[in-house]
C-alpha cells in the first residue's frame, strides 16, 4: 500500500496543494509523526495558532486546510489536525478526478487523483500523523472487518 513519495507529492501538488506543506508532505516527516495536533484556538504550534477561525474560505494558507466542518466550527485548521485530512479527503472524493479516462493524460490525472485518495483515506482514519502506521491500522481494520463478516 506503500506510493512511491515522488509520484505521491506531485499527486498532491495536482489535487490538493495544501499538502505541499513541509508537516504534511509524503511519507510525513519523522518529527511530525506522533498524534495529531489537538484543535485549539489559543494553543499554537510552533508559534502559529492550530485553528483560525473563519465563516469564509480566504484561499490557500500555508500549512492550514479551510474545514467546512470541524469541532470548533468552520476555519483553518493546521494540517497537522486529523479535521484537516478528514476535510480534504471529503473534498477530494466528492470533487473526483475530472478526467474522462479517455487519454493517457486523463489516465495520469485519474492515477494522481487515486493516489491523493487513498493517502488521504488512510490518514482520515488513523489516530496518528504517521502513514505507516496509517497504512498497517487500515489493513488491520479491514482484516479484521473480512474475518468477521465475510469468511464464514
Not at 516527516?29 to 504550534?45: D, N
Not at 497537522?80 to 473526483?96: I, Q
Not at 489516530?127 to 474475518?147: H, I, P, T
Request: glycine share 6%; proline share 5%; charged share 20%.
Amino acid at each position: 500500500m506503500s506510493k512511491n513519495p515522488a509520484e505521491a507529492n506531485a499527486a498532491f501538488a495536482a489535487f490538493c496543494p495544501e499538502l505541499k506543506s513541509k508537516y504534511a508532505v509524503y511519507p510525513f516527516p519523522a518529527q511530525y509523526r506522533a498524534l495529531w495536533l489537538k484543535p485549539s484556538t489559543t494553543e499554537k504550534f510552533q508559534g502559529k495558532p492550530i485553528v483560525m477561525l473563519s465563516s469564509q474560505d480566504r484561499g490557500l494558507q500555508e500549512d492550514y486546510n479551510y474545514c467546512k466542518v470541524g469541532p470548533l466550527g468552520k476555519g483553518y485548521y493546521h494540517i497537522l489536525t486529523k479535521v484537516a485530512h478528514v476535510n480534504l479527503y471529503n473534498r477530494l472524493s466528492s470533487e473526483g478526478s475530472g478526467a474522462s479516462c479517455c487519454s493517457s493524460v486523463d489516465r495520469k490525472r485519474v492515477e494522481q487523483w487515486d493516489i491523493c485518495e487513498t493517502i488521504l483515506h488512510t490518514r482520515s482514519l488513523s489516530n496518528r500523523s504517521d502513514d505507516s502506521f496509517a497504512e498497517k491500522s487500515v489493513l488491520k481494520a479491514a482484516q479484521g472487518y473480512a474475518s468477521a463478516h465475510l469468511l464464514h
